[in-house]
């Protein structure tokens, strides 16, 4: 092994002062490696590979020592991975398993026989790839999918290749499912080449190993780095990847503008199934790959790696479209996109009946992950925005994969056959069938305006607390930001966006939706929250004062929502918008002219576009709150003071005054309306619009009926 932690192709990550501190704790050492390991996803895809320790523990039940393997439990992921991630089990136990083994055609049952070799109760259940590791000797192992290792792991000449780059010293095991049988290939592998330091997995990936932590990573990078050194060699000396490029990518700012256009008609044509949400990317490595020559034959082939096809499907759908294509004729691109659509599911329910089992689960979502679009970038589509994002990193890997085996040979991507078979493998269903339920809100946007604070913040967080993706919008740039840093602190940053927003302005709206049609895919829930209100008696009501109220409440609401209905269209899967407006809109109070009256304008405007809207499936209905002042601007300015004089108390007595009106003698809170918005949107009331629900305590006046 080398000592120079010198590397261009990976990234050297030890701290040797952390290592020092975790000294002695072989545990604790390998969560550090495999988290460094996880950090670079030149050296493996998120969840992809397994890493693993070995220690000699007492028995609880014997007290005697005994040697126990620790190791990346089933669904976690290296980079993230904890010692609660971790399954640990007796090293005796599951090599004895070899005695009760039938043979491949059997190797599934012996999942369940893991359980029998736990050593820790709290172990988290272990993988399929625990075999793998079992039945090498070596303290430390790591096992990767490196797009290097797999590009020479899926080229033609791979086993070949491996050979005379390392000198006999990386062994190579042809393709095979992992499971048992592959773990009993590896173990032989060794015994076949005794002192190689890692076995290539055709089409797979790697595995590498060491006496300490430190040498079985340092092993990892040296070889993944002389893979890498290797085909850049290549690359560089045939001078082009993928046949060179066949057509130029659009500039930055069209492709960007082509992908707004496209994404919601795109996620509309891939939720007939289930409500996807989707994510963009036009990366280098991606355009690289889109706009070459050998796109046409290498995107048919598929992936090799089976964690890159298990995220990105059988192929992509590369669409027949110019890039600089008129999208705005929705009617023609539709049906040009529907045609495109359904050849594809046709190709994927043809290659379901030509593998499928007699045994096989039912045949899945027929619709793409995938969509290469020529000269404009990448489109992943999946149930959440995660799960869309990761796609998009899978095929990048892919491509990467791609790149390298047809730099220094050819590119080999798995049978189909085989492919089938991980995808609709007995134990990747039953992991499918024990995933939680999705939530209420799962695979669906929501735009709330004014959501930096109060009633739209609370709103916003309902929604993403369901499971939707949220698009925040506002006028105050600082107040948005700190939303934003809020919620992508609490809830991850796959789940919310942000958009500086003015309701008067058009534009500004336009600018907006494109937010939530670039960061998602679109939208399907509308919430017009943005507001402001001003008290005054008739006589000091200004023209001023008159405007800015229409303008922002009625002139807002009517702009976003035509704006958003013009996107849910492209979608065609229906929408909801849900309409922000007050007790006011229905009770006659004092000093309350212009407010009151634009109230009632979004009240009535709302049951216009309930009406013409239904025959889009779009829900159109009214919340009326009052008196919620929890984190309200409007409560901070004139409007308390101007109220508190209409009722003749002080402004700190307004929240007791409001309760003590009601019928319930209830404050009002934010989270009060955010729950009634979840009432109209969460399922149980798909099939009402027009409606008005009022949230105020009570207030007799203010009835409907």
Known sequence: MSSTTEFKHVSYLWDENKAKSLQGDEVGLLIYRSNLLGADLRLTNYGGGNTSCRTIEKDPLTGIETEVMWIKGSGGDIGSLTRSGLAALYVDRLRSLTNVYRGLAHEDEMVELFNHCIFDL???????????????????????????????????????????????????????????????????????NPGIRGIMLGSHGLFTW?????????????????????????????????????????????????????????????????????????????????????????????????????RTKISPLVLELSPNEDLSNLASTKVNLTVQFEAYREMYGQYYQTHKHADSPAIRDANPVVILYPGVGMFTYAKDKSTARVAAEFYINAINVMRGAEAISSYTSLPRQEAFNIEYWLLEEAKLQRMPKPKSLSGKIAFVTGSAGGIGKAIAKKMVQEGACVVLSDNDAD????????????????????????VTSKTSIEDAFKTAAISFGGVDIVVNCAGLSISKPLEEHTEKDWDILYDVLVKGQFLVTQAAVNIIRKQATGGDIINIASKNALVSGPNNAGYGSAKAAQMHLSRLNAAELGKD???????????????????????????????????????????????????????????????????????????VLNVDGGVATAFVR
């Open 122 to 192: 709290a172990s988290k259940a272990p993988s399929i790839d625990t075999p793998l590791h079992g039945f090498l000797p070596f303290k430390h192992i790591d096992h990767l999918h490196p797009d290097a290792a797999i590009a020479i792991a899926a080229s033609k000449d791979g086993e070949q290749i491996t050979k005379e780059l390392f000198e006999g010293q990386i062994g190579w095991v042809d393709w095979q499912r992992p499971g048992f049988e592959l773990g009993l290939k590896i173990k032989k592998c060794l015994e076949d």
């Open 210 to 310: 060491g006496d300490t932590a430190y040498e079985s990573y340092m092993n990892s990078l040296e070889v993944i780095e002389k893979c890498a050194e290797f085909i850049e060699t290549a690359v560089s000396k045939n001078g082009s990847v993928f046949g060179g490029q066949k057509i130029e990518s659009l500039p930055k700012e069209e492709r960007t503008n082509q992908a707004i256009l496209l994404a919601p008609i795109l996620r509309g044509l891939c939720s007939s199934h289930t409500r996807m949400i989707g994510h963009f990317t036009d990366d280098e490595k991606v355009l690289g790959f889109i706009n070459s020559n050998h796109l046409d034959r290498l995107a048919p082939m598929g992936t090799s790696c089976p964690d890159h096809f298990l």
């Open 479 to 502: 107040r948005l930001a700190g939303a934003k840093e809020e919620f992508i602190k609490t809830f991850g940053k796959d789940l919310t966006a942000a958009a500086l927003l003015d």
């Open 617 to 691: 499936k779009i829900r159109v209905n009214t919340i009326n709150p009052d008196a919620v002042i929890s984190d309200s601007k409007i409560w901070a300015g004139e409007w308390a003071a101007g109220r508190a004089k209409a009722y003749g108390v002080t402004v700190e007595e307004l929240p007791k005054y409001y309760a003590n009106r009601t019928l319930l003698n209830e404050i009002i809170l934010p989270e009060d309306i955010a729950n009634a918005c979840f009432a109209f949107v969460g399922g149980m009331l798909s099939k009402s619009t027009g409606n």
